[in-house]
């Protein structure tokens, strides 16, 4: 595990090289959007909960894209994820629905079998 780790961080370092000032400012976009957002009062939430699906999309797709194929980082691909927005803001809210009813599939026969 700890050689798998050492590994990872290698092949990431050797893969940012060149791009860590454009990695942390794209991060740094990324970060105050998601929090800038989250924090207007009263709809905060509500608009959060649109816009942060497509920009973790968006976020998780560029850093992939420079570690697997090597693709130079663009800001740009941040808001790639609201190209297809509703397949992928559907995606999400499929994720946490399915989270929610298998985290009760795990409490539910505990509370069960406490009774029993």
Same mark, same amino acid.
């Given at each position: 595990?700890?050689?798998?780790?050492?590994?990872?961080? *290698?092949?990431?370092?050797?893969?940012?090289?060149?791009?860590? /000032?454009?990695? *942390?400012?794209?991060?740094?976009?990324? %970060? %105050?959007?998601?929090?800038?957002?989250?924090?207007?009062?009263?709809? #905060?939430?509500?608009?959060?909960?649109? !816009?942060?699906?497509?920009?973790?999309? #968006? =976020?998780?797709?560029? =850093?992939?894209? %420079? =570690?697997?194929? #090597?693709?130079?980082?663009?800001?740009?691909?941040?808001?790639?994820?609201?190209?297809? =927005?509703?397949?992928?803001?559907? /995606? #999400? !809210?499929?994720?946490?629905?399915? /989270?929610?009813?298998? /985290?009760? %599939?795990? !409490?539910?026969?505990?509370?069960?079998?406490?009774?029993?």
């Amino acid at each position: 595990m700890l050689k798998l780790n050492s590994e990872l961080r *290698a092949a990431s370092r050797t893969t940012l090289s060149g791009n860590w /000032t454009i990695a *942390a400012l794209v991060t740094l976009l990324y %970060l %105050l959007i998601a929090g800038g957002v989250s924090s207007i009062p009263k709809v #905060g939430t509500v608009v959060s909960l649109i !816009i942060t699906y497509p920009l973790v999309y #968006g =976020f998780a797709i560029l =850093f992939l894209d %420079l =570690f697997r194929e #090597g693709k130079p980082l663009e800001i740009g691909k941040l808001f790639d994820g609201f190209k297809d =927005f509703g397949r992928i803001w559907g /995606t #999400g !809210i499929l994720v946490a629905i399915y /989270t929610v009813l298998w /985290t009760c %599939l795990l !409490i539910v026969p505990g509370i069960i079998k406490s009774y029993s």
